[in-house]
Structures are given as C-alpha cells and as structure tokens.
C-alpha cells in the first residue's frame, strides 16, 4: 500500500498517486475551517488549505470514512488501517496532515465568493464528522447522443458518499426529521428543498442538513473475514441438510423393500374345514 505522499506534483492526487480528474466535479478539496468554503470571512485558513489540499474526490471522501481506497482499475490501493491516525474516520488532511473541517469540490473551490458564479448550484451537509459542500450541475451527459438529465440534489450526494436512494442507504435529516426520501413528494421537489435549505446556511453557518447511511457494497470489502465465515456457515447448514435428507430417504426406502419381503414369505393360511364344507 502506498503512503500519502508528502511532495506530491499538483497534477496527481496524493492518496491515490494517480493524475487528478480532469473534471471539476470529482476533485476533492479539503479546509481546515467548518464554515463554508464559499463564505468570505475573517478565518483565511480555507483558502490557504484549500490551494494545496486537492485529491481524487472519490478517493478523499473514502479517506476520512476509513474505507479501503479504490483506483480506476479497481484495485483497492489504501486498506482501511494503513498509515497513522486511521479510524472509522480520518481527521488529518492527506496533503498538509492539518485538521480537516470542510470538504467540497472543484467547483465550488474555485468560486470564492457565491455571487461569481450564480449558477453554481450547492447542496450542504453534514456527514460523520465532516461538512460537504457539494456543486449539483445542471445536467449531466449520457449515451452516445449525449442526452442530458437533470441532476438532483439527493442524486449528487448518494454519488460522492456512495450510498443508494432506491435502496434506503441514504437519508437526509433536517432538524432531525428525515426529508428524503419522502413518498409524498417527487425528486425534484425533493432536490429544490435540499438546495434551498442548503443556500439558507451556505453564508457563512454549518450546514442545516444531517445525512445517514452505508456506502453501497463496502461491508464486504472492509470486512472479508465475516464474508468468509458466513459462506462456510452456509456451505455447512446445507451439507447438513443434504446429509439428513439422504439418511432419510434411504430409510424409508429400505423399510419398504423389507415389508415387500414379508409379504413374499409369510404365506395366507390354509382354509378350514368348515369353509370347504357343502350345505
């Protein structure tokens, strides 16, 4: 497992080792602040930070959830307890190894203020010990015609956190009510809650929103023993049952051919000689 590079090139992420995406949207940026990266305050310890501590979106998000790191090729490059400082959450920037408050993307970390990019969309939350601040573009690209879809904002973070909305991996709490996923409402309204909650808090406060959930498909990287040990478990229940089966069925089988036997050998008895009497 490589280590987190200290004197990493800017064009390559420092957990990974691998080049940076080229889209904006899956690079990761970490601050030292909680307040919100688009919030231009006394504290200039977000700018600072944020200039230097760019990674792999995907890979930074998987970082302070201490789980193991996985590269393009799928090939788990960081276990989940490698290296100093590494719990069910990593508190420690990979890049300047200071705290980390805050994390968003590349988007948003190349918006100082929110009024330069009106159009920049954000979604803010709080998930562990971290707040996200998180772009939702408009549409995203698909296919080979390039068909876009609306991107919601429920969407966006079950995608960087890794999580699955249609199978209740994620929900999303405000002031400790669940607001998503919500039967009564469609996804865009949904989307259009999230946002505006979002834009209520982004100036400045820590983000109203609260999520919940498992990333998708982790439990049985981070823990192959167990996976291990109930497929032996399993293996074991039904050898059992095939072996009770088989002893049964050939009892009963048996049993018949023994009572066929009897009934060949054990001949009727003789009539009486009253029955062969003629009145």
């Known amino acids: 497992m490589p280590p987190v590079a200290d004197n990493t090139p800017l064009s390559l992420c420092p957990i990974t080792l691998e080049s940076l995406p080229e889209s904006d949207l899956e690079i990761g940026v970490v601050f030292g602040s909680t307040s919100s990266p688009l919030f231009d305050g006394d504290d200039d310890s977000n700018s600072k930070n944020g200039n230097l501590c760019r990674c792999s979106l995907d890979a930074l998000v998987r970082y302070v959830q201490g789980v193991p790191v996985v590269g393009r090729d799928g090939k788990v490059l960081r276990s989940a307890t490698t290296g100093p400082s590494r719990g069910p959450s990593s508190l420690v920037c990979p890049v300047c190894h200071g705290p980390i408050g805050s994390i968003c993307d590349g988007a948003i ?62 929900k999303i709490l405000y002031k400790g009510k669940v607001i998503c996923p919500d039967s009564r409402k469609s996804a865009e309204e949904i989307s259009k809650q999230l946002l505006d909650l979002s834009n209520a808090s982004v100036m400045g406060s820590k983000p ?26 399993g293996m074991l229940s039904l050898l059992r049952w095939g072996v009770v089966f088989l002893f049964n069925t050939t009892r009963n089988i048996l049993g018949g051919l023994a009572l066929f036997a009897k009934s060949l050998v054990i001949m009727p008895a003789a009539p009486n000689d009253d029955d062969r009497r003629i009145w």
């Open 109 to 170: 970390a190349s918006t100082e203020k929110l009024g330069e990019k009106a159009s920049v969309q954000v979604v803010s939350f709080r998930y562990g010990k971290h707040n996200y601040y998180l772009s939702v573009p408009s549409s995203t690209k698909k296919g080979w015609f390039r068909q876009t879809s609306k991107m919601t904002a429920q969407d966006r973070i079950a995608s960087v956190l890794g999580m699955n909305i249609k199978s209740g991996g994620l």
């Open 208 to 233: 109203s929103l609260v999520v919940m959930g498992t990333r998708s498909g982790d439990e049985v990287i981070s823990a192959p023993g167990t996976a291990s040990s109930s497929y032996r478990e």
